[in-house]
């Protein structure tokens, strides 16, 4: 059976650290996604961008539910911006809700978006998406190169996981993390949401860094599924 893939590409990855659009990174993206019929749909984050609107409107006093709809607004821009590098390959705007998935892929383009709704992590978007359109493997593309036990930014003894179970998954997750991941602009590499959606469905799933495009172009143009990327999460 041929691969159907949706790929989450985390906000932050477009950004550099001033903030400054990656156009070159947005153009690599597009030429790697032009150049294979595997992919159907792509969610991209709010990143860096979206943090600070998001600082700035509790700052003045936000409720959460504004704050979460910053982060979602930024995140329509940036889906906005790769639908543009990508031309008639995409579909010219970003879905706004999971409805418009199956009525949108008839068109034989893929299908790009930002967040939904408040409350609602992009990557938990990037999973009802795929259950939605029937993919067979979501890709995570962070700033990381897999998943790892704790904070690789923060610890030189940090353990990356080659693979993963969706059980361990969550031990590694909901033990290192941050105790407010439900709010506005906190990151999430993988959250409850995504867990039920993910355990209910069949889809593989793998985090890859998405600075390295060549581990991109392995898995999307060579079709190399089996090489040693990123981490994959195996089923318990």
């Known amino acids: 059976m041929e691969k159907k893939?949706?790929?989450?590409?985390?906000?932050?990855?477009?950004?550099?650290?001033?903030?400054?659009?990656?156009?070159?990174?947005?153009?690599?993206?597009?030429e790697i996604i032009k150049n294979t019929k595997n992919i159907v749909a792509i969610i991209v984050g709010g990143g860096k961008v979206a943090r600070k609107y998001i600082?700035?409107?509790?700052?003045l006093n936000a409720g959460k539910s504004l704050c979460d709809m910053?982060?979602?607004?930024?995140?329509?821009?940036?889906?906005?911006l790769l639908i543009t590098a990508l031309g008639d390959k995409a579909y010219p705007e970003p879905i706004t809700r999971v409805e418009n998935v199956r009525t949108l892929s008839i068109f034989d383009r893929i299908i790009v978006s930002g967040g939904f709704i408040p409350g609602q992590s992009t990557t938990s978007v990037a999973l009802e998406v795929a259950e939605a359109i029937g993919a067979t493997d979501v890709l995570i593309s962070t700033d990381v190169d897999g998943v790892y036990n704790?904070?690789?930014?923060?610890?030189?003894?940090?353990?990356?996981?080659?693979?993963?179970?969706?059980?361990?998954?969550?031990?590694?997750?909901?033990?290192?993390?941050?105790?407010?991941?439900?709010?506005?602009g906190e990151y999430r590499i993988f959250d409850?949401?995504?867990?039920?959606?993910?355990?209910?469905?069949?889809?593989?799933?793998r985090f890859i860094n998405g600075e390295k495009m060549s581990d991109l172009k392995k898995i999307l143009i060579e079709k190399d599924y089996e090489a040693n990327i990123g981490t994959k999460v195996l089923r318990d």
């Open 5 to 30: 893939f949706v790929l989450k590409i985390g906000g932050s990855l477009l950004f550099d650290e001033n903030l400054e659009l990656r156009e070159n990174k947005i153009n690599q993206f597009a």
């Open 55 to 59: 600082s700035a409107a509790e700052k």
């Open 70 to 80: 910053f982060g979602i607004r930024v995140s329509r821009i940036n889906a906005l």
């Open 150 to 184: 704790k904070d690789p930014n923060k610890y030189k003894d940090a353990k990356k996981y080659v693979s993963i179970s969706i059980s361990e998954l969550e031990k590694v997750i909901f033990q290192t993390g941050s105790k407010n991941q439900s709010d506005p």
């Open 192 to 205: 409850a949401v995504s867990f039920h959606l993910l355990k209910r469905n069949n889809m593989e799933l």
